[in-house]
């Protein structure tokens, strides 16, 4: 089973390390980080999102302190329209593509808003 861990850092971590603190706290999950994924730059909110491929270490998983539910999905299962973040979103759709091949290339991508008027 593949993951795509992502979330936000604390103090002295490094990305990979955030990456499966974050799995371990949303979905009690224990992975390995395979490669780099992808890289989004949003600088009308100061973040970078960094996506990684990993590989689920068991099948023991429940929700964690974050989450109210967790549940692994095939493709035709995911509820695309109740996504709460587009990187999320273009992530599996590279994800879902790239499996066909079996080629995971790194992929950034820079999304730019225009500034509020005002």
Partial sequence: ????????????????????????????ANAEIIELYTVF?????????MFFRARLLDLEFSAGVES???????????PWDELAFPVITETLQHYYRDRHSEQYPVRYAEIIRPPRPG
């Fill in 68 to 78: 109210l539910d967790v549940k692994l999905f095939d493709e035709s299962e995911i």
């Fill in 1 to 28: 089973m593949w993951t795509l861990p992502a979330g936000f850092l604390e103090n002295g971590e490094t990305t990979a390390d955030g990456a499966l603190r974050e799995t371990h706290e949303e979905a009690n």
């Fill in 41 to 49: 730059s949003l600088p009308h909110i100061s973040q970078v999102y």
